[in-house]
T-cell receptor, first 115, second 114 residues
């Protein structure tokens, strides 16, 4: 089964600073990778997804992620953090078994943004 | 457009009580999912329904049952609630059950079992 590992349960940045949230995947085949965001008291929303069309994927709200096969990584970045980016971020991988597909999530990284 | 709607939003149960969490989507999606979210554990799949008339176990199905009532609705039942089932439950849907598909999530049900 495929899996993802998110490094760091909490990341703190200042407003205007670079955001870097780390995700490594384990997969024996080319993976489909996702980043989802969860704002307080809400469900998850898709930020971006990688489906092998391009290694640099741009998402909503200025976020982007780069797929690096040599490093088995799919880190999420944003050049300049806003207060509104404070949320929990989940990396996920799409897996398939016996003809069915499921989405497996990492444990999440809480992004804290200070003024 | 409501998307994925879950009821109730909050629930407190005593150990041994039963309850059903309701989920409905209005996007004409074929596939629906139930996840639970626990601190430090991320989201874990409980059950899913790839299409109307089918259901399958996910990673953590013990203590739960599901019913795909029709294409719109997918309910999750706790027959005899236990404190270990205290969690936030999310329902999700997707157009199809295929690799790389985007999931749409409801806003969650916060369940406490005392």
């Amino acid at each position: 089964a495929q899996s993802v590992t998110q490094l760091g349960s909490h990341v703190s940045v200042s407003e205007g600073a670079l955001v870097l949230l780390r995700c490594n995947y384990s997969s024996s085949v080319p993976p489909y990778l996702f980043w989802y965001v969860q704002y307080p008291n809400q469900g998850l929303q898709l930020l971006l997804k990688y489906t092998s069309a391009a290694t640099l994927v741009k998402g909503i709200n200025g976020f982007e992620a780069e797929f690096k096969k040599s490093e088995t990584s799919f880190h999420l970045t944003k050049p300049s953090a806003h207060m509104s980016d404070a949320a929990e971020y989940f990396c996920a991988v799409s897996d398939q078994d016996s003809g069915y597909s499921t989405l497996t999530f990492g444990k999440g990284t809480m992004l804290l943004v200070s003024p | 457009n409501a998307g994925v709607t879950q009821t109730p939003k909050f629930q407190v149960l005593k150990t041994g009580q039963s309850m059903t969490l309701q989920c409905a989507q209005d996007m004409n999606h074929n596939s629906m999912y139930w996840y639970r979210q626990d601190p430090g554990m991320g989201l874990r799949l409980i059950y899913y329904s790839a299409s109307e008339g089918t259901t399958d176990k996910g990673e953590v199905p013990n203590g739960y049952n599901v019913s795909r009532l029709n294409k719109r609705e997918f309910s999750l039942r706790l027959e005899s609630a236990a404190p270990s089932q205290t969690s936030v439950y999310f329902c999700a849907s997707s157009e199809q059950n295929r690799i790389g598909e985007k999931l749409f999530f409801g806003s969650g049900t916060q369940l406490s079992v005392l």
